[in-house]
C-alpha cells in the first residue's frame, strides 16, 4: 500500500490517492527545515512538505520570526490555505493550489511544472515580474504589524520589539556587541515606521520557478507577515543585482512613490543577518553590501 511519507494514518486519511511511491527532492541547503517530496496521486501531481521540528527549532531564521512578529510557526500551518488565498487574488505571480496542511505537521499543494529560478540565470522579464508582485503587495498597507492574516501589533510598539529581537539573536548567534552593534541597537530603538505590508521574510530567487509559459510563480508560502515596507525594500537590494535593483526601482515607482530608509537600513541589514535570510557569515562584508 501507497503512503505518505512521514505522515500518520489520520494525516493521510483525506489526501488524494497515491499512484506511485512519492519521491523526495533534495534539500537546497544544509539547514533547510522541511522534508519534501513529489507526488504522483489520481488528483494530479503534488508536493509535500513535512517540518522538520528539530531543525525549525534551531533555525536563526525561523527563532527571529517567531521572536519578532509572533508568527507562531509551525503551529500556523493550519491556517496557511488563507495565506495561498490571499496571494492568489493578491500577488502578480502564480501560487499553487493549496490542498491541505496541519499544524506543526505539513502541507500539501499541486505541483506547478517549470523550472526553479537561479539567481545568476534571472533576466529582465523576471526582475520586473517581481517588482510588479512586490508593488501590488504594497497597495495592502496596515497601520499594524504581525501577523498576515491579523496583525496584532501597533506602530509604536515596533522599536522596542525590533530592539529585543535584534538582542535576543545576538545572544542565540553568541555575537559580541561591538561598538557598531549598540550604536545600530540603540538607533533600533528610536525607529519610526508607519506603513506596513505583507512580505515574504525567506524572499530569495529559488523560492520563484519559470513556469512553461515563462511566468513566475512563487512556491514557498510560509514566511510571509505583516512588516515594515522598509525591510522588505532593504531585503530585496540584498537578493538583486545592482543592474536589477535599478530595473526593479524604476518598475516599482511607476506606482509607488520611493521612501526614505536610510536611518532604518542599518537595523534591518542587523537583523537579516541574524535571521540568517541568505546564508551570510561575515557581518562586516554584509553590511557593506548594500
Excluded at 488528483?43 to 521540528?53: A, R, S, T
Excluded at 553568541?174 to 508607519?194: C, H, S, V
Aim: glycine share 4%; charged share 15%.
Amino acid at each position: 500500500m501507497l503512503t505518505y511519507p512521514q505522515l500518520t494514518a489520520a494525516e493521510q486519511a483525506n489526501l488524494p490517492k497515491l499512484l506511485a511511491k512519492p519521491v523526495a527532492i533534495p534539500s537546497k541547503f544544509h539547514d533547510s527545515t522541511h522534508l519534501v517530496w513529489r507526488c504522483q496521486t489520481a488528483d494530479g501531481e503534488m508536493v509535500l512538505k513535512v517540518c522538520n521540528q528539530v531543525k525549525i527549532a534551531q533555525s536563526a531564521f525561523w527563532l527571529g520570526l517567531n521572536h519578532l512578529f509572533d508568527a507562531d510557526f509551525p503551529n500556523n500551518l493550519g491556517n496557511i490555505q488563507c495565506t495561498h488565498d490571499f496571494l492568489s487574488q493578491n500577488s502578480a505571480l502564480q501560487v499553487p493550489d493549496y490542498m491541505a496542511s496541519a499544524p506543526n505537521r505539513f502541507v500539501l499543494t499541486r505541483f506547478l511544472v517549470g523550472v526553479d529560478s537561479e539567481a545568476n540565470k534571472i533576466n529582465d522579464a523576471e526582475v520586473t515580474a517581481l517588482a510588479n508582485h512586490i508593488a501590488r503587495l504594497h497597495q495592502h498597507p496596515h497601520t499594524r504589524w504581525g501577523n498576515l492574516h491579523a496583525p496584532q501589533f501597533s506602530a509604536n510598539g515596533w522599536p522596542e520589539r525590533l530592539q529585543n529581537t535584534l538582542t535576543f539573536l545576538l545572544q542565540q548567534n553568541k555575537i559580541e556587541k561591538t561598538a557598531q552593534i549598540q550604536t545600530i541597537l540603540a538607533l533600533a530603538g528610536k525607529i519610526i515606521e508607519t506603513t506596513f505590508v505583507p512580505m515574504m521574510l525567506d524572499l530569495r530567487w529559488d523560492q520563484l520557478r519559470c513556469l512553461e509559459d515563462e511566468s513566475l510563480a512563487l512556491i514557498d508560502l510560509d514566511a510571509f507577515v505583516i512588516a515594515p515596507k522598509n525591510l522588505d525594500l532593504v531585503l530585496l537590494q540584498y537578493v538583486l543585482s545592482p543592474a536589477q535593483w535599478l530595473l526593479f526601482k524604476r518598475q516599482y515607482c511607476q506606482t509607488h512613490i520611493w521612501p526614505d530608509y536610510t536611518q532604518q537600513k542599518p537595523c534591518y541589514q542587523l537583523l537579516l543577518f541574524l535571521m540568517n535570510v541568505l546564508g551570510e557569515t561575515g557581518l562586516t562584508r554584509w553590511m557593506q553590501q548594500i
